[in-house]
């Protein structure tokens, strides 16, 4: 299917289906802000679960951290968010609409009314939320919502490093949320005002940075083809010189072949010993590691893989969505990764039978401390697994009036349709062998 027509059909089955809904609907929504339904709860938690468990759960190097989202003002201002942060902005003297400046079309023209030479002076715009702490709106209670999640680690670097007593290389891992006052939100998930990262920075030697950033490019590319996305549809893109953060010597993108074209979910940056010493010389404290086998003091270096869930959510659900012809009919199914797939199980009774239903109802209670777990009893079995395929359900258990005999059920697989059967006593055991 057509690339455009392919976003239609995933907006439109998020919808539908649960997974994200227009926030504030009823009111006529909220411009790019959106609600995560039942299934897109699940599906984006199991996202994060999935990063956290490969950078964290399996690694001895690797601790984790929940800072707040309100921080001291000068935290952004030691950091350069304040001065840097900014977007070069101009506004149409016909249409009064506002764009970013480095996003007008070559022609000149304003992409909305299509007049010409009509720009204003660029100006820079910074994208942090400012807002108010406490009872007075004064410039001494001014505060912001964090663009990053990345501060609050650096700002405890010290505190983690002296309760866990991990010795470089070492890294703190964080999901959080962040807000930026995006001008030009867009793409349904993909660039929003809110949103939720799941960043990691590595502190190591300073000889070291670059060998380890190296280490986690390779390792951050991987793992999104590890939990489902196609080589094809993945490429790692080193930046031009022109293109780095004032603080990065080094940054990659993980990037993913959007409908739109290849855009970034995940960057990579090797950010030296830049924020450690602009805190410790704002703050006056030392943010300095005393290596005692070497018998040297430095400022560790830092390497940044910085992710979106929102986008990896979204490239996962692009990548599984397919549509299919079986025995001569369609079936829409998400091919995504049991790992990643909301639901694991659906139980299905054959019919709603009175001798069938308590059966499916004690099978479905028996999974859930392990799994997530569908018990859909309406509706045709056929129409059922085409509901659980289009939702990316691993496995459907279906209870027969067989089942009543030999005490077994029927295992259909989502993607190879095969089916097995399988006695009730030893289906906890076949479902978590089938899992990655």
Same mark, same amino acid.
């Given at each position: 299917?057509?690339?455009?027509?392919?976003?239609?059909?995933?907006?439109?089955?998020?919808?539908?289906?649960?997974?994200?809904?227009?926030?504030?609907?009823?009111?006529?929504?909220?411009?790019?802000? =959106?609600? &995560?339904?039942?299934?897109?709860?699940?599906?984006?938690?199991?996202?994060?679960?999935?990063?956290?468990?490969?950078?964290?759960?399996?690694?001895?190097?690797?601790?984790?951290?929940?800072? /707040?989202? *309100?921080?001291?003002?000068?935290? =952004?201002? /030691?950091?350069?968010?304040?001065?840097?942060?900014?977007?070069? *902005?101009?506004?149409?003297?016909?249409?009064?609409?506002?764009?970013?400046?480095?996003?007008?079309?070559?022609?000149?023209?304003?992409?909305?009314?299509?007049?010409?030479?009509?720009?204003?002076?660029?100006?820079?715009?910074? *994208?942090?939320?400012?807002? @108010?702490?406490?009872?007075?709106?004064?410039?001494?209670?001014?505060?912001?919502?964090?663009?990053?999640?990345?501060?609050?680690?650096?700002?405890?670097?010290?505190?983690?490093?002296?309760?866990?007593?991990?010795?470089? $290389? #070492?890294?703190?891992?964080?999901?959080?949320?962040?807000?930026?006052?995006?001008?030009?939100?867009?793409? !349904?998930?993909?660039?929003?005002?809110? !949103?939720?990262?799941?960043?990691?920075?590595?502190?190591?030697?300073?000889?070291?940075?670059?060998? =380890? &950033?190296? %280490? =986690?490019?390779?390792?951050?590319?991987?793992? &999104?083809?590890?939990?489902?996305?196609?080589?094809?549809?993945?490429?790692?893109?080193?930046?031009?010189?022109?293109?780095?953060? @004032? %603080?990065?010597?080094?940054?990659?993108?993980?990037?993913?072949?959007?409908?739109?074209?290849?855009?970034?979910?995940?960057?990579?940056?090797?950010?030296?010993? #830049?924020?450690?010493? /602009?805190?410790?010389? @704002?703050?006056?404290?030392?943010?300095?590691? %005393?290596?005692?086998?070497?018998?040297?003091? %430095?400022? $560790?270096?830092?390497?940044?893989?910085?992710?979106?869930?929102?986008?990896?959510?979204?490239? !996962?659900?692009?990548?599984? &969505?397919?549509?299919?012809?079986?025995?001569?009919?369609?079936?829409?199914?998400? @091919?995504?990764?049991?790992?990643?797939?909301?639901?694991?199980?659906?139980? *299905?009774?054959?019919?709603?039978?009175?001798?069938?239903? $308590?059966?499916?109802?004690?099978?479905?209670?028996?999974?859930?401390?392990?799994?997530?777990?569908?018990?859909?009893?309406?509706?045709?079995?056929?129409?059922?697994?085409?509901?659980? +395929?289009?939702?990316?359900?691993?496995?459907?258990?279906?209870?027969? #009036?067989?089942?009543? +005999?030999?005490? /077994?059920?029927?295992?259909?697989?989502?993607?190879?349709?095969?089916?097995?059967?399988?006695?009730?006593?030893?289906?906890?055991?076949?479902?978590?062998?089938?899992?990655?």
């Amino acid at each position: 299917m057509a690339k455009p027509d392919l976003m239609e059909r995933v907006v439109n089955l998020c919808k539908r289906r649960g997974f994200v809904f227009p926030s504030s609907e009823i009111y006529g929504g909220f411009r790019s802000t =959106w609600d &995560y339904g039942p299934l897109g709860v699940l599906l984006k938690r199991n996202v994060k679960d999935a990063w956290w468990t490969s950078m964290v759960q399996l690694r001895d190097d690797i601790v984790g951290l929940d800072a /707040a989202i *309100l921080m001291a003002p000068r935290v =952004w201002e /030691a950091s350069g968010h304040l001065a840097t942060f900014t977007d070069p *902005l101009v506004d149409c003297r016909h249409c009064q609409q506002r764009f970013r400046a480095d996003q007008l079309p070559p022609s000149g023209a304003c992409p909305h009314c299509g007049a010409k030479d009509g720009f204003t002076e660029s100006r820079a715009f910074n *994208l942090m939320f400012k807002t @108010h702490v406490g009872p007075v709106e004064d410039e001494a209670a001014v505060a912001y919502l964090r663009p990053e999640t990345a501060q609050g680690i650096f700002v405890n670097f010290a505190n983690v490093q002296t309760t866990t007593r991990k010795k470089p $290389p #070492f890294g703190i891992a964080q999901i959080g949320k962040s807000f930026r006052n995006e001008i030009t939100p867009g793409n !349904f998930v993909y660039r929003t005002r809110e !949103f939720e990262q799941m960043e990691m920075e590595y502190f190591v030697p300073p000889e070291d940075g670059e060998r =380890w &950033y190296e %280490y =986690w490019c390779d390792q951050r590319l991987r793992w &999104y083809g590890e939990h489902g996305i196609p080589d094809h549809q993945l490429r790692l893109r080193p930046h031009d010189p022109d293109e780095l953060s @004032h %603080y990065s010597v080094s940054t990659a993108d993980v990037e993913f072949d959007f409908p739109w074209g290849w855009g970034e979910l995940e960057g990579i940056a090797n950010r030296t010993d #830049f924020d450690l010493r /602009a805190h410790a010389e @704002h703050s006056g404290q030392d943010l300095s590691y %005393y290596d005692q086998e070497h018998d040297r003091r %430095y400022v $560790p270096h830092v390497i940044e893989p910085a992710a979106g869930a929102d986008r990896a959510t979204l490239a !996962f659900l692009l990548a599984a &969505y397919a549509e299919e012809e079986v025995s001569g009919e369609r079936r829409t199914v998400l @091919h995504l990764d049991p790992r990643l797939a909301p639901i694991k199980v659906a139980v *299905l009774p054959l019919s709603r039978h009175e001798r069938l239903l $308590p059966v499916a109802e004690e099978i479905a209670a028996g999974l859930r401390p392990q799994l997530m777990v569908d018990l859909d009893s309406a509706g045709s079995i056929g129409r059922r697994y085409r509901r659980q +395929d289009e939702v990316g359900t691993p496995w459907c258990v279906t209870i027969d #009036f067989e089942t009543l +005999d030999d005490k /077994a059920v029927t295992v259909r697989d989502r993607d190879t349709m095969h089916q097995d059967r399988v006695p009730v006593d030893q289906l906890s055991t076949y479902l978590r062998e089938r899992l990655p």
